[in-house]
């Protein structure tokens, strides 16, 4: 089966500055890659995903980068700001599936 | 915008007893699952369902485990003899019939088992 590994466990950062998380996988099946933010206490939330067929997919704020050759994916953050604090998920799947990482705990210090 | 439903909130047992958790999935979805979170740890996959039957599960989910859907709307998760280490947040979740469509999560039921 798939395994995802996401590096660092935890993050912290001075507002402003730039996060970076990275995630690997296993199964070359795989296609779709999503992120996930979880605050305390609450449901996971889909914030950006990209799919096999594109290298990076931005959103204000957050970008996502893809290697399908080297099985990697990141996630950045830029001009982080505290309501950004949160634990982040990276997952991988082929089908209907979803692998996740074991999640790191970003903290934004004002 | 539609939304994955769960109940309760937080289940508290002694071990040894049978829980069940209930989730009302988004109304046109298709394929449902079960996720589960130990505090502080990572979201892991239970079991996956769609056309009235378990398409994938995971070892997690062993004899103690079942799912259900007793009807048109509910989709349900029994653990049939409570343990400690059941202690967990669980996660409802659908997606619709396109592949690889974002999940949607549920708020979770937090399961104490005393």
């Known amino acids: ?110 | 915008e539609p939304e994955v439903t769960q109940t309760p909130s937080h289940q508290v047992t002694q071990m040894g007893q049978e829980v069940i958790l209930r989730c009302v999935p988004i109304s046109n979805h298709l394929y449902f699952y079960w996720y589960r979170q130990i505090l502080g740890q990572k979201v892991e996959f239970l079991v996956s369902f769609y056309n009235n039957e378990i398409s994938e599960k995971s070892e997690i989910f062993d004899d103690q485990f079942s799912v259900e859907r007793p009807d048109g709307s509910n989709f349900t998760l029994k653990i049939r003899s409570t343990k400690l280490e059941d202690s967990a947040m669980y996660f409802c979740a659908s997606i619709g019939l396109v592949v690889n469509s974002p999940l949607h999560f549920g708020n979770g039921t937090r399961l104490t088992v005393t």
């Open chain 1, 1 to 110: 089966g798939e395994n995802v590994e996401q590096h660092p466990s935890t993050l912290s950062v001075q507002e402003g500055d730039s996060a970076v998380i990275k995630c690997t996988y296993s199964d070359s099946a795989s296609n779709y890659f999503p992120w996930y933010k979880q605050e305390l206490g609450k449901r996971p939330q889909l914030i950006i995903d990209i799919r096999s067929n594109v290298g990076e997919k931005k959103d204000q704020r957050i970008a996502v980068t893809l290697n399908k050759t080297a099985k990697h994916f990141s996630l950045h953050i830029t001009e982080t700001q505290p309501e950004d604090s949160a634990v982040y998920f990276c997952a991988a799947s082929w089908s209907y599936q979803l692998t996740f990482g074991k999640g790191t705990k970003l903290s934004v210090i004002p």
